[in-house]
């Protein structure tokens, strides 16, 4: 017990040297076991005996922020009112903050509350490479409930919608982090959770961004720090802290996509059981996964500034000529070009009622390479039904990079 309360302590005292600022922090809090253990462990820290008096203050303030994903499971659906329930009983000095998922189409996740538009794609003239689309207005009488699960139930494979869900919590959390004041985001990724991201996530094709997502402190991408406190503790150390500290009776049981469905049903799912398999024979294969998380550095030449439009993290150019240069399959009468009919492209002009306004966009354009092969399963119904927090994203990337165009032969290079 004293270890563990030691280790994650430690981490916090060795992240808060140098000129780290102290600050208000969310407790992103799912309800599971690594959560519950995330929220006592701080709870704990942040008491302070009369004889503590030079005890170090490392958390001053904490909020706890649940996302619940009740619409999507249905044995999910009291979740969120029996964790708001248990948290105040035993956590009363923590705000709990709760956000159902499909607040993320609401106006308050994203930059512009006054946002209304949309991505419409026919798939016609899209090849491996180009996803063209165009922006449209959206009628504000969706029901975000529904538009959530029809969205879901149009993405055919399970590892595109996890990633998906994944990215839509993260926004979420950032953005509830920001409006709260917060200086950091912890996580309550623990040392076995951290293993099965590197493989599965390398996997998928997050190799470029992988330090990032997973490094037990992430300052550079978010606007708000992302800290990883627990990274140094087995699964098995939580449940054995749950049971002793007698906090395992709040755990929620957790439910996803793949819950109760077999190995292979995404890559997530396959890492996670080969993972836990090796675990029970070679029991330092987590301990020597995690030791070589914590050797992965960025790339020197990473640009912050140039991010996926879904999952908000540093993004690659050229991703689109490298995969023309590894793939061997074409499509067959594919037009990757937009035709010139109008200023979006078809018959229709933006005077019309149905019509759009602005250019036609290349939505690969402003992807990471793992949500570009994410993209490839959805259809014209998915990406009408992207998240505001996606297209406008998509819209401010587009609209900077055609100014940058224009004006790109009177700028002085630094080699000048």
Not at 24 to 37: D, E, F, M, R
Not at 233 to 262: A, C, H, Q, R, W
Request: charged residues 25%; glycine residues 6%.
């Amino acid at each position: 017990m004293y270890q563990y309360v030691g280790k994650y302590r430690s981490i916090l005292i060795r992240l808060r040297h140098g000129s780290r600022k102290k600050g208000k922090v969310l407790l992103a809090c799912s309800g599971g076991p690594s959560s519950i253990s995330l929220v006592d462990l701080t709870k704990n820290i942040m008491h302070t005996l009369p004889n503590e008096k030079k005890k170090i203050q490392v958390v001053p303030e904490a909020v706890i922020c649940h996302i619940d994903e009740s619409s999507l499971f249905d044995p999910m659906s009291d979740s969120a009112e029996t964790l708001r329930a248990r948290m105040k009983e035993h956590y009363p000095n923590f705000e709990f903050i709760c956000h159902p998922i499909e607040d993320v189409f609401s106006p308050q996740f994203v930059k512009n509350v006054n946002f209304d538009k949309y991505l419409s794609s026919e798939g016609t003239e899209n090849g491996d490479y180009e996803h063209w689309a165009e922006y449209a207005y959206k009628t504000p009488s969706v029901d975000h409930k529904e538009q959530l699960q029809s969205l879901f139930n149009s993405i055919k494979k399970t590892t595109a919608k996890e990633d998906l869900l994944w990215h839509m919590k993260m926004q979420m959390l950032v953005t509830v982090a920001q409006r709260e004041g917060c200086t950091y985001i912890f996580f309550a990724d623990s040392a076995t959770r951290q293993a099965i991201k590197m493989i599965s996530w390398t996997a998928k094709g997050r190799g470029y961004s992988l330090p990032l997502d997973i490094s037990v402190d992430n300052e550079q991408t978010f606007g708000v720090g992302i800290i990883r406190p627990m990274k140094d503790m087995l699964s098995k150390e939580v449940g054995f802290y749950n049971y002793f500290s007698g906090i395992d009776k709040l755990v929620i049981p957790p439910y996803n996509f793949g819950t109760m469905m077999p190995a292979k049903t995404s890559i997530d799912r396959l890492t996670e059981d080969f993972i836990n398999g090796l675990e029970r024979d070679f029991p330092s294969t987590v301990s020597t996964v995690c030791r070589t998380v914590g050797k992965l550095t960025p790339s020197k030449d990473m640009n912050y500034k140039q991010t996926c439009a879904m999952c908000l993290m540093p993004r690659q150019t050229g991703i689109g000529e490298w995969r023309k240069h590894i793939t061997v399959t074409e499509v067959p009468g594919a037009d990757t070009k937009p035709s010139d009919d109008g200023c979006c492209g078809n018959s229709q002009s933006c005077s019309t009622t149905n019509g759009c306004k602005g250019n036609k966009v290349d939505i690969n354009q402003h992807l990471c390479y793992s949500c570009q092969v994410n993209f490839k399963d959805y259809n014209a119904t998915t990406i009408q039904l992207l998240p505001p927090y996606v297209v406008e994203n998509t819209q401010e990337q587009s609209r900077d990079e055609r100014l940058l165009n224009e004006i790109k032969d009177f700028l002085i290079n630094d080699d000048e």
